[in-house]
């Protein structure tokens, strides 16, 4: 009884590492996506991201499907490395084995916008990565 009861503690203690660890890898591919679209770094906000995530966003034509090719490129004539004004804070984080939930607000005082982002991520061979993302304005959207 004793021994099943230390091998029981030793697998816990296991699971729980490994799903902080797993967290811990969620939230830096986050944070590689906060940075990169906060500071224009174009490589560092593609890195993000799986090449076939889907994001799925509301553009000035409307509802739309993006690419992370196409979303990277919102932010390609801003100077590399200079503040843009984004600024992300990560609200929540699930992880479920090789998948992983994510809520992140993104503010822009300048423009008096507030954002949330909803991610579907997934552990890939190349790491954790944001498979898919959508996003609603949750500002009063009076201001412009």
Do not use: C
């Not at 984080?93 to 916008?113: E, F, L, M, S, Y």
């Amino acid at each position: 009884m004793k021994n099943f009861t230390l091998l029981l503690l030793l697998l816990l203690t296991f699971q729980l590492t490994q799903a902080q660890s797993s967290h811990l890898l969620v939230e830096k591919t986050l944070a590689n996506y906060i940075e990169g679209s906060s500071y224009n770094k174009l490589e560092l906000l593609e890195s993000a991201f799986s090449s076939n995530a889907t994001l799925y966003l509301t553009s000035k034509e409307g509802f739309k499907i993006f690419t992370p090719k196409q979303y990277v490129a919102f932010f390609k004539n801003s100077k590399a490395g200079v503040f843009n004004g984004r600024i992300g804070e990560v609200l929540s984080i699930d992880v479920v084995n090789d998948i992983a939930t994510a809520r992140v607000k993104i503010g822009i005082p300048t423009r008096k916008w507030v954002y949330v982002d909803l991610f579907l991520l997934k552990n890939t061979d190349k790491g954790w990565k944001i498979i898919s993302k959508t996003a609603t304005r949750i500002d009063d959207g009076k201001s412009k």
